[in-house]
T-cell receptor, first 114, second 114 residues
Framework: DVKVTQSSRYLVKRTGEKVFLECVQD?????MFWYRQDPGLGLRLIYF???????EKGDIPEGYSVSREKKERFSLILESASTNQTSMYLC?????????????FGPGTRLLVL | AQSVTQPDIHITVSEGASLELRCNYS??????LFWYVQSPGQGLQLLLK??????LVQGIKGFEAEFKRSQSSFNLRKPSVHWSDAAEYFC????????????FGRGTQLTVWP
């Protein structure tokens, strides 16, 4: 089974703090993703990575950065957390099989910024 | 632009009743289609997916979905709902050649009455 883990289930931070959200997958997937999920807005793609040290902006990258130094690990960084970044953050990984991709999700990190 | 519509925000059914959750997409060519389920406070679990071939696909937990090109729909069904099926259900679509662009519907919250 695909296993995607996220370092924290719940996190409370203060405005202005630097926040790291970690995601690890154990299936040697090339691609990894960060989404945020908000009531009424659904899931929105923040960033994704298709290879080590490679990254692409998603639909809402402002206020976030990412790091992928190793294939299995993809970090989301909030350089200076703000209250409007309070959300549920979901990591996913995938691989391409004959051009077909399926994304598998982690359990999520619920972040509260005070 | 692609979009995914789940017209029902909330559905309530009795345990043992049949279930159909609706999903419509807008995209010219045949997309790749997915249904995910999310229990409270959890990540997304893949229920089933459609890439090509047989338009009726079977998934986990007794769910199935049917792709209807003429209606641009991919509705999820279950013949007999169990109380443990109470969760939020998301339909998602990706254009086959576009890595990472998994577009989600807003979700349908399912309540199951005993």
């Amino acid at each position: 089974d695909v296993k995607v883990t996220q370092s924290s289930r719940y996190l409370v931070k203060r405005t202005g703090e630097k926040v790291f959200l970690e995601c690890v997958q154990d299936m040697d997937h090339e691609n990894m993703f960060w989404y945020r999920q908000d009531p009424g807005l659904g899931l929105r793609l923040i960033y994704f990575s298709y290879d080590v040290k490679m990254k692409e902006k998603g639909d809402i990258p402002e206020g976030y950065s990412v790091s992928r130094e190793k294939k299995e690990r993809f970090s989301l960084i909030l350089e200076s957390a703000s209250t409007n970044q309070t959300s549920m953050y979901l990591c996913a990984s995938s691989f391409l099989d004959r051009g077909r991709e399926t994304q598998y999700f982690g359990p999520g990190t619920r972040l509260l910024v005070l | 632009a692609q979009s995914v519509t789940q017209p029902d925000i909330h559905i309530t059914v009795s345990e043992g009743a049949s279930l159909e959750l609706r999903c419509n997409y807008s995209y010219g060519a045949t997309p790749y289609l997915f249904w995910y389920v999310q229990s409270p406070g959890q990540g997304l679990q893949l229920l089933l997916k459609y890439f090509s071939g047989d338009t009726l696909v079977q998934g986990i937990k007794g769910f199935e979905a049917e792709f209807k090109r003429s209606q641009s729909s991919f509705n999820l069904r279950k013949p007999s709902v169990h109380w443990s099926d109470a969760a939020e259900y998301f339909c998602a679509v990706v254009r086959g050649s576009t890595l990472g662009r998994l577009y989600f519907g807003r979700g349908t919250q399912l309540t199951v009455w005993p």
